[in-house]
């Protein structure tokens, strides 16, 4: 009986043995399943997390889009007001994120809170300002000086022996001049402290040039663009004209590496312009046309888009082109056409607003008179649409995404634009 029982005991002790040795690696291998488990676990909880949140930021960056996008402002307030001096005011231009403000006496240099950064007065009868960059250059039209300026002050005075009938301003401080003579015109360029350059270009009307209309330098002064006009078989026609002022222009005749006339046959150009350095354009009177000196030897026209209707205004920025023209058989009397630099249409809206002014600035088109304005967005949207107790003389983007810079003769104010318009 004993031995049975010892037999027994001894069989479980055994059979006992071989569940814990069999058993062990059994247990470690659950083990490490179980902790792969939760780390999964772990990590798609972190990813649902992950995409919760950014499916939020995406939704708020939707939602701020929109707001900035469709919202249509109909109210402000007053963010500050700066009563101004208007003396012999003559304009405003847009200056880096600032405006530089010029009269017959004198300029100054304003920040975005109205503060004169500085003052530099001066005599001219008949000023014209021109600004590129973080440079400026004020002349004297019909008169024999002209004031370059940076951001910090005046950097130099070009004082001419013939009288100045237009002149262009590089992002680096050089200026180019049209100056008149009795029987021929020149173009003279200048340093930023006012010294002349050893360039000068001479135009005649019945000359392979032509009489010189307009001018633009490219902002880092080594082009500049000329519109001409020219007799072709005694018709009066227009001419665009490239000249390169690098080295690669040097062995070239006027430094003049480009020149297009027959997209201006019995046409005359009236303005040019410079919108950085490889694209520029060329407003006549029935196109605008845009072009590309990628290749500095051979600018090429890449664009030009017929206009039948009457130009009433051009105005344009680094990264626009903006055409106002006569719309008679459309609802609307008037349409805005912008474009990108390549010529490529932004939009094109109708509109029956009573407008004096006309400007791009940032993603914007702000249309104003002497007493209201309306502020387009680059989809064609009406932004804002008010009126001023104040004569108004620039108008200009704010220092926030709501806010605009409004500026007349005698003050100069921001004002926020708030809730209280509307969805379109």
Request: charged letters at 20%; one cysteine or more.
């Amino acid at each position: 009986m004993i031995d049975r029982n010892s037999m027994n005991r001894e069989i479980k002790k055994n059979q006992l043995r071989r569940q814990i040795v069999s058993s062990s690696p059994q247990d470690g291998t659950d083990s490490q399943e179980i902790i792969k488990k939760a780390l999964t676990r772990m990590k798609k909880r972190r990813i649902r997390i992950a995409l919760v949140l950014f499916l939020v930021l995406l939704a708020g960056a939707i939602g701020v889009y929109e707001y900035f996008t469709l919202y249509q402002y109909t109210q402000y307030g007053v963010a500050w007001n700066k009563d101004m001096n208007e003396g012999s005011y003559v304009g405003y231009l847009s200056f880096g994120s600032n405006v530089l403000k010029y009269s017959k006496d004198g300029a100054s240099y304003l920040d975005s809170q109205g503060k004169e950064v500085w003052i530099q007065s001066y005599e001219m009868k008949s000023p014209r300002a021109y600004v590129n960059g973080n440079y400026a250059a004020i002349a004297d039209q019909q008169g024999n000086s002209i004031y370059i300026f940076d951001k910090s002050g005046k950097t130099g005075i070009a004082t001419t022996v013939l009288p100045v009938v237009k002149a262009t301003v590089s992002s680096y401080g050089v200026v180019a001049a049209i100056l008149e003579d009795s029987t021929s015109n020149y173009i003279y360029f200048f340093k930023r402290d006012g010294s002349v350059l050893d360039v000068k270009i001479k135009a005649l009307l019945g000359g392979i040039s032509g009489y010189p209309v307009d001018i633009s330098l490219s902002p880092d002064g080594t082009q500049l663009i000329g519109a001409y006009a020219y007799l072709k078989n005694g018709t009066l026609n227009g001419r665009v004209a490239f000249h390169n002022f690098a080295e690669i222009g040097k062995n070239v005749n006027d430094r003049l590496v480009g020149g297009f006339d027959e997209p201006y046959d019995s046409s005359l150009v009236a303005q040019v312009q410079f919108l950085d350095d490889t694209y520029s354009c060329a407003f006549a009177d029935n196109s605008v046309s845009f072009y590309s000196t990628k290749n500095e030897l051979s600018p090429e026209l890449i664009r030009q888009v017929a206009v039948e209707e009457e130009i009433r205004s051009v105005f344009y920025s680094e990264k626009y082109v903006g055409l106002i023209v006569s719309n008679p058989e459309g609802e609307n009397p008037y349409r805005l056409d912008v474009y990108k630099p390549n010529g490529n249409l932004v939009f094109s809206k109708g509109f029956q607003y009573q407008y004096t002014h006309a400007d791009i600035d940032g993603d914007h088109v702000i249309l104003y008179n002497e007493d209201s304005c309306r502020v387009y967005n680059m989809s064609g949207r009406l932004k804002f649409a008010g009126t001023f107790d104040f004569p108004i003389s620039k108008i200009r983007n704010g220092r926030f995404p709501n806010t605009l810079i409004v500026t007349g003769p005698q003050n100069m104010k921001e004002i926020r634009l708030q809730i209280g318009g509307q969805y379109q």
